[in-house]
């Protein structure tokens, strides 16, 4: 798994990357009460906002973490935005992502260069 300096966490699986929000970011939104994600198929590149979250204190955008197309987003969260706080780095993924170009991969943290990053 790699980390941005986003609070973003990324799971390659084959040739997907599965991408949520790490629970420090989740601790720090508070109380997610909405999430919008991307629709399947859409074309994003590096940095665009691609997905809104809102919580009691707060709205945030997602950045996408690399080019690509977005093949599947977690309709679950949808219904339950609050899955984000209860497993951000698990069942709460946002969206996979089928990268265009991986070798940005190497420029995010592993879990303990993300972890001294919030140290």
């Known amino acids: 798994m ?6 973003e966490w990324l799971l390659p699986e084959g040739d997907l990357i599965t991408v949520g929000i790490t629970a420090h970011a989740a601790e720090q939104l508070g109380e997610v009460v909405y999430v919008e ?3 399947p198929g859409t074309e994003v590149s590096k940095d665009d906002e691609i997905v809104v979250i809102e919580s009691v204190k707060a709205a945030s955008d997602i950045l996408a ?12 969260l ?12 698990g069942d709460a993924w946002f969206f996979k992502i089928k990268p265009s170009d991986l070798s940005p991969m190497d420029d995010y943290m592993d879990e303990a ?3 001294d990053f919030i140290g």
Do not use: C, M, R
């Not at 790699?2 to 609070?7: M, Q, S, V």
């Not at 949808?78 to 780095?89: L, T």
């Open 78 to 89: 949808a219904d339950d935005p609050g899955k984000v706080n209860e497993d951000a780095e």
């Open 37 to 39: 994600l991307p629709e």
């Open 65 to 76: 973490p690399l080019d690509g197309e977005i093949v599947e987003v977690n309709e679950a």
């Open 113 to 115: 260069g993300y972890k």
């Open 2 to 7: 790699k980390y941005t300096e986003e609070h």
